[in-house]
Nanobody, 127 residues
Framework: QVQLVESGGGLVQAGDSLELSCAAS????????MGWFRQAPGKEREFVAA????????YYSDSVKGRFTISRNNAENAVYLEMNSLKPEDTAVYYC????????????????????WGQGAQVTVSS
């Protein structure tokens, strides 16, 4: 059974930093694009960041570019999201996701490209 488990969420103040981790189990994703999405209350799920299988290519939404950094450790079958200069509008449930196909698209924020999802981690940024 494939599982993606996020951790590291919490309550922080505007301007603070936070790092999310996503640990995968049940299969390896070392050849697969992985990403992060988020969903704020009353809004649809939106793309945040993606990273290629080897970590050499990354892609970010305009709203987080320059503040968030996605990275991965294939030896640990894990992906991370470092979030700096957090804003109240970053408040959301953050989801880790992985593509089933090898070497899938990175430059796409389409959630339909992702086949596996975590349960989500709450990030709340107070003003």
């Amino acid at each position: 059974q494939v599982q993606l488990v996020e951790s590291g969420g919490g309550l922080v103040q505007a301007g603070d930093s936070l790092e999310l981790s996503c640990a995968a189990s049940g299969r390896t994703f070392s050849s697969n694009t992985m990403g992060w999405f988020r969903q704020a209350p009353g809004k649809e799920r939106e793309f945040v960041a993606a990273i290629s299988w080897a970590g050499g290519t990354t892609y970010y939404s305009d709203s987080v570019k320059g503040r968030f950094t996605i990275s991965r450790n294939n030896a640990e079958n894990a992906v991370y999201l470092e979030m700096n200069s957090l804003k109240p509008e970053d408040t959301a449930v953050y989801y880790c996701a992985a593509q089933a196909a090898k070497y899938g698209p990175v430059y796409s924020g389409n959630s339909g490209n992702y086949d596996y999802w975590g349960q989500g981690a709450q990030v709340t940024v107070s003003s």
